[in-house]
C-alpha cells in the first residue's frame, strides 16, 4: 500500500553510536592488517606513509564519518579521517565545548549519538523548559534517572539565574497598601526555582527551529 505523506525532510547524516555501518564504505576496509598499520599507524616522521594515508582519505566516501568517530571515541592515535593525531589534536581539545545544534535537533528525535557536554546542557535546558519530567530526559538521553533529576535540578537553576542576570523577569514591586508578606512567603519568592520555565526561551527556541 502506497503512503504518501508531506514530509520531504533529507535523511539526517548523523551516526548513532552502534552505527558502525559506514567503516564497510571506507576505502581502507578490506586492506590487508599489514598494509593498515603501515599507513594509517605508521611509524614517526614516515611522510611516504602518511601522504599516501591521506591520499586514500582524501577520495573516501566517508572521510567524515571516519573523522568524528575518531572524536567521539577519542581515537589519539593514527590517521582518522585524513588527518594525523597531531593535525586532531585541537579538535579533541575543543570537542567538549561543541555546539552543533543538528546534534541537538536529533537527540530531540530520539537519535542515539554523541553529544558534547554542551550540547548535552542544551538538550537538558530545551527539556526543562518543555516541561519534560526526569524520567522522559533520562530515556531520551540513555542516563541515569538519579543523573537526569540533577540535570535538570541544574537546568532549572541555570534558566533561573540566566533571566534574572539580563532582566528578563521583570520584578514588581508591592504597592504601598498591600499587605507585607511573612517570611516564609518572601522566601518562596525568592527561590529561583519559582521562576516559570517557559520565561524567556525564545531565543533558545529560535536556534532549534533554525537548526530544523
Request: glycine share 6%; hydrophobic share 35%.
Amino acid at each position: 500500500m502506497r503512503h504518501i505523506t508531506t514530509n520531504d525532510t533529507p535523511a539526517s547524516t548523523l551516526r548513532g553510536i552502534a552505527d558502525h555501518s559506514w567503516q564497510a564504505r571506507g576505502l581502507c576496509h578490506g586492506m590487508p592488517a599489514k598494509d593498515i598499520d603501515k599507513l594509517f599507524f605508521h611509524a614517526a616522521r614516515d611522510r611516504a606513509s602518511i601522504n599516501e594515508a591521506k591520499a586514500i582519505c582524501g577520495q573516501c566516501p566517508v572521510k567524515k564519518a571516519c573523522f568524528d568517530y575518531a572524536l567521539d571515541n577519542e581515537l589519539r592515535h593514527g590517521v582518522w579521517g585524513g588527518l594525523t593525531e597531531d593535525e586532531r589534536r585541537p579538535w579533541h581539545a575543543r570537542v567538549s565545548k561543541r555546539l552543533d545544534y543538528s546534534r541537538v535537533k536529533a537527540a530531540f528525535e530520539g537519535r542515539d549519538i554523541h553529544l558534547s557536554e554542551a550540547e548535552r546542557e542544551a538538550v537538558t535546558r530545551h527539556a526543562y523548559a518543555r516541561g519534560w519530567s526526569p524520567e522522559r530526559l533520562a530515556y531520551a538521553l540513555r542516563l541515569d534517572l538519579d543523573w537526569a533529576r540533577d540535570l535538570m535540578r541544574n537546568a532549572a537553576h541555570a534558566v533561573a539565574d540566566r533571566d534574572r542576570y539580563w532582566g528578563q523577569c521583570d520584578e514588581v514591586e508591592p504597592a504601598e497598601d498591600e499587605h507585607v508578606q511573612d517570611e516564609g512567603e518572601e522566601e518562596a519568592a525568592a527561590s529561583p526555582t519559582q521562576v516559570p520555565r517557559q520565561v524567556q526561551t525564545h531565543t533558545l527556541i529560535a536556534a532549534l527551529r533554525k537548526a530544523a
